[in-house]
């Protein structure tokens, strides 16, 4: 606890001034003695405050790259050369694929990256597989 030498005011901070009668309780030096240390306690939290939040960004990213399959809930769906044979394909089960317009499916072992082509239906994306047995191939998949 610290006394006013004045008016006896009793309080729990080191106060710069009375809070009840205004007096100046310590001298120039005391003073910054006093307030160095706040403000070096509070430029130490902000720095940490922002090495906590790129440590933390930083750990979400690896997580994420790491968490992330993009083949996952994608193995086993058929993946066609086309959007056109896509929509045949889905309108009638027995559809004959002229020669080079053949199908297959994508295996567990298959990374797949989605490429920036425009489809007819929000449903069609155009992907290519970048390693794993079909390594090289591209299509049409319902997403």
Same mark, same amino acid.
């Given at each position: 606890?610290?006394?006013?030498?004045?008016?006896?005011?009793?309080?729990?901070?080191?106060?710069?001034?009375?809070?009840?009668?205004?007096?100046?309780?310590?001298?120039?030096?005391?003073?910054?003695?006093?307030?160095?240390?706040?403000?070096?306690?509070?430029?130490?939290?902000?720095?940490?405050?922002?090495?906590?939040?790129?440590?933390?960004?930083?750990?979400?990213?690896?997580?994420?790259?790491?968490?992330?399959?993009?083949?996952? /809930?994608?193995? /086993?769906?058929?993946?066609?050369?086309?959007?056109?044979?896509?929509?045949?394909?889905?309108?009638?089960?027995?559809?004959?694929?002229? *020669?080079? =317009?053949?199908?297959?499916?994508?295996?567990?072992?298959?990374?797949?990256?989605?490429?920036?082509?425009?489809?007819?239906?929000?449903? =069609?994306?155009?992907?290519?597989?970048?390693? /794993? *047995?079909?390594?090289?191939?591209? /299509?049409?998949?319902?997403?």
């Amino acid at each position: 606890m610290f006394v006013c030498p004045s008016c006896g005011f009793l309080s729990s901070e080191r106060l710069l001034f009375c809070a009840r009668c205004g007096k100046r309780l310590h001298t120039d030096e005391e003073s910054r003695a006093i307030a160095d240390p706040v403000r070096e306690k509070k430029r130490v939290r902000i720095l940490y405050g922002w090495l906590a939040g790129w440590i933390l960004l930083l750990v979400g990213a690896v997580l994420y790259a790491v968490a992330y399959d993009p083949t996952a /809930g994608h193995a /086993g769906s058929v993946v066609y050369n086309d959007e056109f044979i896509l929509e045949q394909a889905g309108r009638d089960a027995g559809i004959r694929l002229l *020669p080079g =317009n053949q199908t297959f499916r994508i295996s567990k072992n298959d990374r797949v990256e989605k490429m920036d082509l425009a489809t007819r239906s929000p449903k =069609n994306v155009w992907i290519r597989i970048t390693s /794993g *047995p079909h390594a090289g191939r591209s /299509g049409v998949i319902v997403w």
